[in-house]
Nanobody, 128 residues
Framework: QLHLVESGGGLVQPGGSLRLSCAAS????????IGWFRQAPGRKEREGVS?????????IYADSVNGRFTISRDKAKNTVYLQMNSLKPEDTAIYYC????????????????????WGQGTQVTVSS
């Protein structure tokens, strides 16, 4: 069974940085498109934040985080990271990573319905 575990969340002041990790057990992340999503307090829907292709050659970002967040893979550690800089209070949310079995060559998306496996989430709070 595919199992994703997020870590690295916490409390940070506005303007600060955090790096989230998405680790896998029982399978290799290289075989999947990986996305990061977040669910803000009081919101029912999860918002797509970023996604990375299997080869790591293609990445996409939501407009709200473009230029501040960076997604990357470390094949040796079987981990995908989300580096978050210049954090704002509106970035406060539970952050989830997810894996997609979409066929090779399919355009990356940030739609939750295209991802098949989800982690339990890690809380990020941006506050002074």
């Amino acid at each position: 069974q595919l199992h994703l575990v997020e870590s690295g969340g916490g409390l940070v002041q506005p303007g600060g940085s955090l790096r989230l990790s998405c680790a896998a057990s029982g399978f290799t992340l290289d075989g999947y498109v990986i996305g990061w999503f977040r669910q803000a307090p009081g919101r029912k829907e999860r918002e797509g934040v970023s996604s990375i292709s299997r080869s790591a050659g293609t990445t996409i970002y939501a407009d709200s985080v473009n230029g501040r967040f960076t997604i990357s893979r470390d094949k040796a550690k079987n981990t995908v990271y989300l580096q978050m800089n210049s954090l704002k209070p509106e970035d406060t949310a539970i952050y989830y990573c997810a894996a997609s079995t979409a066929p090779w060559g399919v355009k990356l998306t940030l739609g939750t319905d295209t991802y098949d496996y989800w982690g339990q989430g890690t809380q990020v709070t941006v506050s002074s």
